[in-house]
Protein backbone atom coordinates (compact mmCIF):
# COMPACT_ATOMS: atom_id res chain seq x y z
CA UNK A 1 0.00 0.00 0.00
CA UNK A 2 1.07 3.53 -0.71
CA UNK A 3 2.03 6.10 2.27
CA UNK A 4 -0.54 8.55 2.74
CA UNK A 5 0.42 12.39 2.53
CA UNK A 6 0.47 14.72 4.67
CA UNK A 7 -0.73 18.42 4.15
CA UNK A 8 1.08 21.03 5.32
CA UNK A 9 -1.41 23.16 7.31
CA UNK A 10 -0.45 27.04 7.59
CA UNK A 11 0.05 28.91 11.04
CA UNK A 12 -1.82 30.82 12.83
CA UNK A 13 0.38 34.19 12.69
CA UNK A 14 -0.95 35.55 15.77
CA UNK A 15 2.45 37.23 16.51
CA UNK A 16 1.74 39.50 13.45
CA UNK A 17 -1.69 41.43 16.15
CA UNK A 18 1.24 42.58 18.65
CA UNK A 19 3.85 44.85 18.55
CA UNK A 20 6.84 45.03 21.13
CA UNK A 21 8.23 48.26 21.82
CA UNK A 22 10.59 48.30 25.22
CA UNK A 23 9.25 46.32 27.43
CA UNK A 24 5.67 46.67 26.24
CA UNK A 25 3.18 44.66 24.52
CA UNK A 26 0.78 46.62 21.93
CA UNK A 27 -2.04 45.06 20.08
CA UNK A 28 -2.45 46.33 16.60
CA UNK A 29 -5.67 45.03 15.67
CA UNK A 30 -9.04 45.70 17.62
CA UNK A 31 -11.05 43.26 19.67
CA UNK A 32 -14.41 42.54 19.17
CA UNK A 33 -16.75 43.93 21.06
CA UNK A 34 -19.14 41.27 21.33
CA UNK A 35 -16.87 38.74 21.52
CA UNK A 36 -14.54 40.33 24.52
CA UNK A 37 -10.61 40.24 25.04
CA UNK A 38 -9.01 37.29 22.51
CA UNK A 39 -10.68 37.64 19.90
CA UNK A 40 -9.27 40.28 16.90
CA UNK A 41 -11.08 42.08 14.15
CA UNK A 42 -9.74 40.94 10.91
CA UNK A 43 -8.95 43.86 8.54
CA UNK A 44 -10.37 44.00 5.51
CA UNK A 45 -10.93 46.77 2.40
CA UNK A 46 -13.30 49.29 3.91
CA UNK A 47 -14.56 47.17 7.27
CA UNK A 48 -13.26 45.46 10.00
CA UNK A 49 -14.42 41.97 10.56
CA UNK A 50 -15.15 39.26 13.49
CA UNK A 51 -14.38 35.91 12.58
CA UNK A 52 -16.07 34.22 15.27
CA UNK A 53 -19.31 35.99 15.67
CA UNK A 54 -19.74 38.34 12.35
CA UNK A 55 -19.79 41.31 13.82
CA UNK A 56 -18.65 44.56 11.42
CA UNK A 57 -17.61 47.82 11.41
CA UNK A 58 -17.27 49.56 8.51
CA UNK A 59 -14.88 52.54 7.98
CA UNK A 60 -16.20 55.47 7.75
CA UNK A 61 -16.63 57.86 4.44
CA UNK A 62 -15.16 61.54 4.89
CA UNK A 63 -17.73 63.67 2.81
CA UNK A 64 -15.89 67.07 1.78
Do not use: N
Amino acid sequence: MAKKQVKKKPGSHKYKHYKVSGDKLERIHKFCPKCGEGVFLAKHKGRETCGQCGYTEFASKDKE
